[in-house]
């Protein structure tokens, strides 16, 4: 009996320590699906996102829904260091609890009091080994402790570094293309105000964003359950209102050529598809309902009135659905797990960005004194 549990003991610290190898040191995606870290998070998101879509206003569920990445988190790092010293603690009573206590040995307790002492390495001397096999198991616990202790120290800020960069972009976004982001919204503001060589420096720039994201959420799955700082601004948000852009300036924009947007399409479809894989979504098929036919024709007039025309006719429809139908049911997919609302593709009538968006004591009132304001904001970010 005690050999089987012995084995059942170091099993699950191999276990636990393969899991920590996957999540912090391995830079690359892992393929298996069973896993520790992916049960830890889809146990506890399926309640939280329950309790998230009961939470009808938009500012609570967001500020609800933020406090589980970082939750999650934590509840992994206590998952493991359990796992290690419940493990550790097995061992030792398989070995027939080979201690010394001035206070009597209270059975696998102590050797939880034991293994979870030396696992954080403090030290105590209380409770101590007498044999050989107990000393050795005592000796690489504690080397295991500190070892864990130093990949966590390493890892949460090369988490929020990652994060960081991820945000930066999608905040800058907010100047460029309306909050929530659209597509027509970030070609028109670009067309009346910074060009066409403006707009391909974007698409370069959200090109490597698309790459960076793609790199770190796979390495660090957790990051795609960290949210942005506003309500109407996410990653899948940023994403997506660029693969939306790129779409239209494929399909034929006049005086935007399509090359930039080509290579800048590609990259931001890959790290769709890749980290819908990884999330265990499927393509979900409702995805046309974003861009209903009806509202093709008004989208063709802002473009028009902004002074980039799309291409007409059947080719070009047919372009556009080819294009919608490569990323589109990806992202809804990520859209309903995370909770993440997808951009529109049209701007909204009342919508306000997120700059302008908090009080202060010299508002300007008229359209054109907005402009100007908005134009002030985007040439202090440029510089």
Known sequence: MRTLTMIGAVALILIVLWDIFETIVLPRRVIRHVRLTGLVYESTWAPWSAIGRMIHKGGRRETFLSLYGPLALLLLLFVWATGLIVGFATIQWSLGSQLVSPYGHFGFITDLYVSGTTFFTLGLGDVVPNAGLSRAVTVIEAGVGFGILALVIGYLPVLYQAF????????????????????????????????????????????????????????????????????????????????????????????????????????????????????????????????????????????????????????????????????????????????????????????????????????????????????????????
């Open 164 to 383: 960081s960069r991820r945000e930066v972009s999608i905040s800058l976004l907010d100047a460029r293309a309306g909050s929530p982001p659209s597509a027509v919204e970030l070609l028109r503001r670009h067309m009346r105000d910074f060009g066409v060589e403006a707009l391909t420096a974007q698409l370069r720039s959200w090109e490597a964003w698309a790459a960076e994201l793609m790199e770190s959420q796979l390495s660090y799955p957790s990051l795609s359950y960290f949210r942005s700082q506003h309500e109407h601004q996410s990653w899948l948000a940023g994403l997506t209102t660029i693969l939306d852009t790129c779409a239209l300036i494929i399909v034929g924009v006049d005086g935007i050529p399509a090359q930039q947007a080509r290579l800048t399409f590609a990259m931001a479809r890959h790290a769709a598809v890749d980290l819908s894989q990884v999330s265990g979504t499927k393509p979900d098929e409702h995805c046309h309902i974003r861009l209903p036919e009806d509202a093709v024709a008004q989208l063709r007039e802002l473009l028009e009135q902004a002074g980039a025309p799309l291409r007409e006719g059947p080719d070009a429809d047919a372009k556009l659905t080819e294009l919608r139908k490569l990323y589109e049911p990806y992202v809804f997919a990520l859209s309903h797990r995370l909770l993440m609302d997808l951009p529109p593709w049209l701007p909204g009538d009342d919508e306000v960005d997120a700059w302008r968006s908090s009080p202060w004591e010299f508002a300007p009132q008229t359209d054109e004194d907005l402009h100007a304001s908005q134009l002030q904001a985007l040439e202090f970010g440029a510089k």
